[in-house]
């Protein structure tokens, strides 16, 4: 079994900053990539940043040179720098992996969720 764990959100205001963090565990192979969520109140679960294990990376345009997603790979962790945050990106931000088991079984993964508020 693969587990994650979220931490980092909060109540921040306009233009202010935040961390996530993503800790996986568990029975770990490999974990091919790892991203970020995230679902606003009344709206569909949509996609912030992924990262793969070699590095590449996708983020949405709405986030594009605010929020930076990274890695390490040493201790399975995912991190997502926000900056500049506005009330819009007001939401509960899910963690999520995908990989392979020790017993090389496929795994598709989520964390509970950390919300992000962002107002004044």
């Known amino acids: 079994q693969v587990q994650l764990v979220e931490s980092g959100g909060g109540l921040v205001q306009p233009g202010g900053s935040l961390r996530l963090s993503c800790a996986a565990s568990?029975?770990?192979?490999?974990?091919?990539?790892m991203g970020w969520y995230r679902q606003a109140s009344g709206k569909q679960r949509e996609v912030v940043a992924v990262?793969?294990?070699?590095?590449?990376?996708t983020v949405v345009d709405s986030v594009k040179g605010r929020f930076t997603i990274y890695r390490d790979n040493a201790v399975n962790m995912v991190f997502l720098q926000m900056n500049s945050l506005q009330p819009e990106d007001t939401a509960v931000y899910y963690c999520?992996?995908?990989?392979?088991?020790?017993?090389?079984?496929?795994?598709?993964?989520w964390g509970q969720g950390t919300q992000v508020t962002v107002s004044s």
């Open positions: 999520n992996a995908i990989g392979a088991t020790t017993s090389r079984t496929p795994y598709d993964v």
């Open positions: 568990g029975s770990i192979f490999s974990i091919y990539s």
């Open positions: 990262i793969t294990d070699a590095g590449m990376t």
